[in-house]
């Protein structure tokens, strides 16, 4: 595994095609440092790029999830844009830092392999934008949200006021953020920004688990497929979206693990697919 500074990569079982990236500044309280917005693309390309990777869960180590941009970052930037003498290449210098950190969480969508997040604790400001970048969401009964960059006289940039009211809805995702209200777990599950709520970390980590395994244990081509022709469809109208998955599966449909799949249905047996 490679090593971050600010990232963990796990693979708790060695037979198993589930690996984590784990957020990994739990004395930070896993706040998004300019070193993770460096480290966290590197990490998510390597691991779509690797064959034995079929699900990736994301995760945060500690009392949280992620409690947003690190302070000192943001400070850093902030000092950065206004010690230069000219105003216009100063702020296209930011405008540039910017659209590298959207890049950072727009990595997850890039990903062809499904990002799965598990959500316990805090999960602030920067870690709704991670979260609304991935593609399915859990979290713990003790998890609470809150698009918070309001409050810190920002307006929110990374992803969250683009993906989430296409999550939650317009309206809903409006008064999130310009209230920066804490919402909990179970709100988030009735919003539809969850899946679904677990009683505890533990049964958070267990149950995402045995979720995510279900899917490595799937053909990859239509595991990878399917995530790209969701993203695709957000963008097009349905006419459009049925004319790019019929393109998408004049491609890809005649395989092996189309074969695969029939058999071991008629045969009445788990299937095994080849790696991607």
């Given at each position: ?13 060695t ?56 302070l000192?970052?943001?400070?850093s ?20 830092r ?42 713990s ?105 019929a ?30």
């Amino acid at each position: 595994m490679d090593s971050y500074k600010t990232l963990e990569i796990v693979r708790k079982n060695t037979d198993s095609s589930v690996f984590h990236v784990v957020l990994n500044r739990p004395s930070q309280l896993n706040a998004l440092s300019l070193d993770f917005f460096d480290e966290f693309p590197i990490a998510l390309s390597s691991l779509d790029q690797n064959p034995d990777v079929a699900v990736i869960i994301l995760s945060g180590a500690g009392k949280h999830f992620c409690s947003g941009i690190d302070l000192a970052s943001l400070s850093s930037i902030s000092a950065q844009s206004s010690s230069g003498g000219d105003r216009g290449r100063s702020s296209e210098g930011l405008r540039r830092r910017i659209k590298s950190m959207q890049a950072a969480i727009t990595a997850v969508e890039e990903c062809r392999k499904p990002v799965i997040a598990a959500v316990h604790g805090a999960c602030i400001g920067g870690g709704v934008d991670l979260v609304t970048a991935c593609d399915v969401r859990y979290c713990s009964e003790d998890a609470f949200f809150s698009i918070k960059e309001v409050d810190l006289a920002i307006v929110a940039d990374l992803g969250t006021l683009q993906r989430l009211p296409r999550i939650v809805g317009h309206a809903k995702a409006m008064e999130l953020a310009l209230t920066a209200r804490r919402f909990s777990g179970c709100e988030a599950k009735e919003l539809g920004l969850v899946s679904q709520v677990f009683r505890s970390k533990s049964e958070l980590d267990k149950g995402i688990t045995m979720i995510a395994e279900g899917i490595a244990a799937k053909s990859p081509l239509a595991v990878t497929g399917t995530k790209a022709v969701l993203l695709r469809s957000r963008e097009m109208s349905v006419e459009q979206g049925l004319d790019y998955v019929a393109t998408w599966n004049s491609g890809m449909l005649i395989s092996n693990d189309l074969n695969e799949a029939v058999s071991a249905q008629m045969m009445k047996r788990q299937p095994r697919f080849s790696k991607l």
